[in-house]
Structure formats: structure tokens, C-alpha cells
């Protein structure tokens, strides 16, 4: 009997497919009341099911565990499955075992989300049935489909550290920097567990610019700042731009992306690193990168009205996700107006402030921190705006040239549900002003 550990988003997958498949399973949280609850009722997959404190009692009869990559490996349960020497497996190496086309993995600490959907969009550019899955939204479980040429899957390091096999034809691990460290012993099986997905991998590229991965043993590396013989692809700044090159021949300026910043350049070289090796086309795969706008809500591309270029970045909730934004917009942008605010969080924003004082042109203030933003910005203009849509206006009025920018390094919930509320209709009232253009 198989048992599925956590009733979250993964587990529920599981569920899904064992039930699909007629796999007889049991299910267990250690949440009295899981949130998804109703979901796994109304779908009839509690027929053996186990809520509360974990019990060595629910590994009876059990061959093979599925477990959620929220649940940590120093949990009691965790150890009376290995003390029993029973199967631990993530719901990738149960993907793994039934997909039925080539899997490219994709992790590191930070990009590996854009570069998961860049490469899917390369992919579809190249005509072929692309299914883009894993951390960045779609269970795996729930992406398995007939007549696909490849999955490109987002890997997380939890999902990693329950892996034990898999094949995938290709990985790349974008960088690594200290994250999730509560989750781990130290930083160093921090960092095993990202490099482990090498060892699933027939092709291996690493960025040779993180110190980490330069010393890994990788088949390829890409490169903006240490690029060498060993980089296929590799760039160089060139003004505000980046000239990017493949094998010693430019093949491309960054000045045509959508999207802007020093690191999407780099997210641009490790998709076009891993699909070169899958044999798309590279100017295929160039196509892609022209037309695509970023994640939605991550230094998103919205779209540009009279000489003036709109991005939403709404998903910037605290100080440094903003401050990230302005710098790679600046290096782009002569001009900035900054659309901010909301609840401030518990943190300093200092550092974000100066940015603001030495980089904005015009700083547009919405929500509850408003005021107290206001106080701490004496470098440029700063209007105070009751409206998202009051914003838009204003900036509209003192943007005539460069870029306007949503980064409010705020969370929503004074305005809006969620940052992706807020996101959309920002996008909204953007498209419609060029309408009434």
C-alpha cells in the first residue's frame, strides 16, 4: 500500500493519481484540519486517511511513502520511515516513472522560475508539445499527458532532498546563495542538495559567475562576468546592454529583450544553454526571448504608451524585491517613475529609501504606508495618490519618457486581496489607457 504524506497541493496530486491509476493508498497530515480538506472529500479520496500528531501507526502495511517537500527530514515521522527502510520518494521520482517524453530540471536559488517558463516558451517557438511544470505552478503528477516532446520542470531543493531517482535529460542550476536555511543543517547540505540534481542529469550546466557552481563538475557553463572556453553562451555589458554570444559569435543584444536587469540576461543564457543541448534553434529560441514578458507580477512587461514603457512588479512585497527592480530598471531607464505602498512590513527600508533618493524620478505613494514613505524621500518628486488608479494617472501625467514601475515593497491586503489582485488591475487600467489613446 502506498502512503501520501501531507494534504497540501502535492499530496493532493498524489491522491489524484493514485486514485486514477487504482493505486490503493493511505493518506496522513499531521493537521487536524488541513485547508484542502473539502477538496479531498469532495473528491472522495479519504477512504483511508489518518489526521493528528504523527503515529508510527499509519506506516502499517505500507510499502512506499510520497511526501510532501514541506515536511522536514528531521520529522519524527520521516525517521521511523527510514528506520524501517521503507521507499521515501518525492512525487517528481513518481512523475519520473510514468512520464513518457525527455524531462529537463531546472533549479537554483534564485531565476529558476523564468527560466523554467522562458524555456517552455522557447520550446512551443520550436513547434514542439511543451508541458511546463513542477514548483512554478502544475504538480507534476497532474502534467503527465499523451503525445508530449518534453517537460520542462521547475525543481525546488525540497523536492530534491526526497528524490532518489530520476532521469532527466538535461539540468541546470541557475546559482546558489543562503536560503532555507532554517530547513537545513547547515549552508553546505543547502548547497548538496541543489547540486544533487546533477547526478539525475545526462547534461549538466552550471553559471560559471557563481563561486559555488564553478567548482562543480558540470558539462557546460554560461557566463556573464568569468565567461571561458568552457561557456557555449556568454555575455558582455556593452553600455546599458549586454551583447550575448554563442561559441565567440554575437548572436544577440539584450536592448530587444522585454524584460530588463543584469539577471534576466543571466536566466536568458542558462534557457538558452539547456535548450541548445535539447536541439532547438537558436534563433528559434532568440524569437521566444524577444517576445517574452517575464513572470506575471515579477518586473512584468505590460506595455508601452507613448515613448514610455510599463512594468508591474507587484509581487515586490518588501524592501530589497523593489530595490531589485529599480536597479535593473536603471540600467535601462534614464527615467523612472515609481508607483509604491501598502502595508509595510516589519523591516528596514532605509537602504530602498536612498535607492528611491538616487535613482527615481518621480515616486508616486498609495496605501497605508504612504505617508510614512513620503517623510523618508526627499530626492525626487512625491505625489500622494488615495488610488491605484489615481496613481496610474499621475504617473502617466509626469512619465514622458523612460519607464513607470509597480514595485511597492508593500503587501496588499489595504487595498487589495493579494499582490496578484493588485498586479491585474494595474495591468487593467494600463491597457486601458492605451486604448483611449
Known amino acids: 500500500m502506498k ?41 472522495n479520496l479519504l477512504d483511508d486517511c489518518y489526521f493528528g500528531n504523527w503515529n508510527e501507526s499509519i506506516l502499517k502495511d505500507i510499502d512506499e511513502v510520497v511526501i510532501s517537500p514541506g515536511i522536514a527530514q528531521s520529522e519524527d515521522i520521516v525517521r521511523w520511515i527510514r528506520e524501517r527502510k521503507l521507499n521515501l520518494i518525492s512525487d517528481v521520482e513518481l512523475f519520473g516513472r510514468h512520464s513518457n517524453a525527455p524531462i529537463i530540471g531546472i533549479t537554483g536559488s534564485n531565476g529558476k522560475s523564468t527560466v523554467t517558463q522562458l524555456l517552455g516558451e522557447m520550446a512551443l517557438a520550436n513547434h514542439l508539445n511543451v508541458v511546463i511544470c513542477g514548483n512554478i505552478g502544475t504538480p507534476v503528477l497532474e502534467s503527465i499527458a499523451e503525445n508530449t516532446d518534453l517537460y520542462v520542470v521547475e525543481l525546488s531543493s525540497y523536492q530534491l532532498d526526497y528524490t532518489n531517482q530520476l532521469d532527466l535529460f538535461a539540468a541546470v542550476i541557475t546559482n546558489i546563495s543562503p536560503d532555507h536555511l532554517d530547513r ?85 543564457l542558462a534557457a538558452l544553454s539547456l ?59 534614464n527615467t523612472i517613475t515609481l508607483i509604491a505602498g501598502g ?27 504612504k505617508d510614512f514613505f513620503a517623510q523618508s524621500i526627499s530626492g525626487c518628486s512625491v505625489i500622494i495618490e488615495e488610488s491605484l488608479e489615481g496613481a496610474i494617472t499621475t504617473a502617466k501625467k509626469h512619465a514622458l ?22 498586479g491585474e488591475v494595474f495591468k487593467q487600467l494600463i491597457l486601458q489607457c492605451r486604448e483611449h489613446q
Open 3 to 43: 502512503l501520501i504524506l501531507g494534504m497540501g497541493i502535492t499530496g493532493l496530486s498524489a491522491a489524484r493519481f493514485f486514485a486514477k491509476n487504482n493505486e490503493i493508498f493511505r493518506i496522513a497530515d499531521s493537521r487536524k484540519n488541513p485547508a484542502l480538506l473539502k477538496v479531498f472529500q469532495e473528491e
Open 184 to 268: 537545513y543543517e547547515n549552508y553546505e547540505a543547502y548547497i548538496a542538495s541543489k547540486l544533487s540534481i546533477y547526478s539525475y542529469s545526462q547534461y549538466a550546466i552550471a553559471n560559471l559567475d557563481d563561486s559555488i557552481l564553478s567548482k562543480s563538475n558540470a558539462d557546460s557553463y554560461f557566463a556573464i562576468e568569468n565567461y571561458s572556453s568552457d561557456c557555449d553562451f556568454y555575455a558582455k555589458k556593452k553600455d546599458k546592454f549586454f551583447e550575448v554570444f554563442y561559441k565567440g559569435e554575437l548572436i544577440f543584444n539584450s536592448q530587444d529583450l522585454l524584460v530588463v536587469g543584469k539577471h534576466n540576461v543571466e536566466n536568458l
Open 275 to 333: 535548450g541548445n543541448q535539447f536541439g532547438l534553434s537558436i534563433e528559434s529560441m532568440i524569437n521566444a526571448a524577444k517576445k517574452f514578458k517575464g513572470l506575471a507580477h515579477r518586473l512584468e512587461f505590460v506595455t508601452r504608451i507613448d515613448q514610455v514603457d510599463y512594468y508591474n512588479d507587484s509581487k515586490s512585497t518588501n524592501a530589497i524585491s523593489t530595490i531589485t527592480a529599480i536597479n535593473a530598471l536603471s540600467e535601462r531607464y
Open 343 to 369: 502595508i509595510a512590513k516589519n523591516e528596514d527600508y532605509s537602504q530602498m529609501f536612498r535607492l528611491i533618493n538616487k535613482k527615481v524620478n518621480n515616486a508616486v505613494l498609495i496605501g497605508e504606508s
Open 401 to 422: 519618457e523612460g519607464a513607470v514601475l509597480l514595485s511597492p515593497g508593500c503587501a496588499s491586503f489595504d487595498m487589495f486581496s493579494d499582490f496578484s489582485e493588485r
